[in-house]
């Protein structure tokens, strides 16, 4: 994905930050959307424990991060980069993209939920409604069975056995259960959620992104083909907007993005029973048991045990993740290389957690 990062220099947030009061509990600051500038807050005058900064810092350039970034309230309160920018040689800033992998998918999820908002779609249709027929190779009976919300929540039932999971052509997508039976996360069908969304929109994925949700928060990335897959790069302060967007339930400072209630509501909550950490595309933290990414076994253990109940996360390769926690107003962006040898990292962003509430708690 390296190779790409030229294509990126041209799209930048420039912004320069200034110090304010700190938000009060329950409302939200939002940047501006053209105008440079996002206003930050300080630990000290949020009674934040100070010292530990420095060794939440020292943890994460340890574990190859490359953005950092914590908002209190909508307000920057940590911003740390490190390493360089491939393109231009330089240290490693706000005006740096980088890639979401499959923390993108959330962003997905919430482009499913603008489009069904605008009437081009129903969730609980028939996939093959908006594909055609024979989009798989499954029999038309078992096809039939799956619909855009087993797209969503993993529970397509195709065979995950396949060379290459990636692969949405139809003769990778073959029968291993029906619908709803199975839970796998598999990229090809999260993957065929971007072509429905063109199909029926008449847009290119990345205009329609631009229409629905950049325009309106002030979030500029662009959507770039790797494979069968679409990847999403931005800077962090880009996926810090999306974050902010998300903490407001779709609203942006009083304009509503996404004003559908219930699915907000479902995408944020566990969506079936086969993994309760598991929503629309979004991890969820608090619940009883978890299937990971690779593995279609479950485990009694929450997403993250020592980070808050109530977060829930878009969360990618290597390490990509953008946290959202509501009972606090935090908003947390990690983005960087691979942590540590795991396939997902999971004890990495558990450990970060902890150092972060040493800080806030």
Known sequence: MVRYLFILGLISLISCTKNSTP??????YFPPLTVE??????????????????????????????????????????????????????SFSKTS?????????SLTSFLIGIAQQD????????????????WSSEPLTKEYLITIKNQLTMTTGLDYGVSDIDCTDATCLTYKADAGAQWYYHNAPYTLLEKIISTTSGK?????????????????????????????????RDAARFGLLILNKGNWNNQP??????????????SQNLNPSYGYLWWLNGKSAIVYPGSPNKYPISLAPDAPNDLFAAMGKNGQFIDVVPSQ??????MGEAPDNSLVPITFHNDMWKKILTITQ
């Open 119 to 134: 009437g081009l779609i129903d969730i609980n249709n028939r996939t093959s409604q908006y594909l055609g027929d024979n």
């Open 37 to 90: 500038g996002w206003e930050t807050t300080t630990p000290e005058s949020l009674n934040w424990n100070i010292p530990e900064i420095e060794n939440l810092y020292t943890y994460l350039s340890q574990h190859k991060t490359r953005a950092f970034i914590l908002l209190k309230g909508g307000k920057i309160v940590l911003e740390k980069y490190w390493g360089n920018d491939v393109l231009n040689a330089n």
């Open 257 to 270: 993005i996404l004003t559908d209630a219930n699915y907000f509501n479902a995408m944020t909550s566990t």
């Open 204 to 236: 290119s994925y990345n205009q329609y992104t631009d229409e629905k949700i950049e325009v309106k928060i002030g979030m500029n990335g662009t959507w770039l083909p790797s494979g069968y897959n679409n990847v999403y790069w931005s800077t962090a």
């Open 329 to 334: 107003n935090l908003v947390v962006i990690r």
């Open 97 to 105: 993209s980088w890639y979401w992998a499959s923390a993108g998918k």
């Open 23 to 28: 938000t009060p509990e329950g409302s939200l």
